[in-house]
């Protein structure tokens, strides 16, 4: 078995669904590249979090 048919099944096993596609994927990549900038410059940088726990914590809030 290759390796793509590996990580596929590996995949589908613990019934993660893939989406193959390809349709809308740049818009999605830009979307998903927006939403961490969001996050790192409006909330994790400009926050001042005394540990890793408290910032996981905290980012339920946004």
Same mark, same amino acid.
């Given at each position: %078995? #290759?390796?793509?048919? $590996?990580?596929?099944h590996l995949l589908l ?6 989406? %193959? #596609?390809?349709?809308? $994927? ?25 540990s890793v726990q408290k ?8």
């Amino acid at each position: %078995m #290759d390796w793509y048919s $590996r990580h596929m099944h590996l995949l589908l096993a613990k019934k993660i669904q893939v989406g %193959m #596609d390809g349709l809308g $994927r740049v818009f999605n990549n830009i979307f998903i590249e927006q939403l961490w900038r969001k996050v790192k410059y409006e909330k994790i940088y400009l926050s001042n979090f005394q540990s890793v726990q408290k910032t996981y914590a905290d980012q339920g809030l946004f």
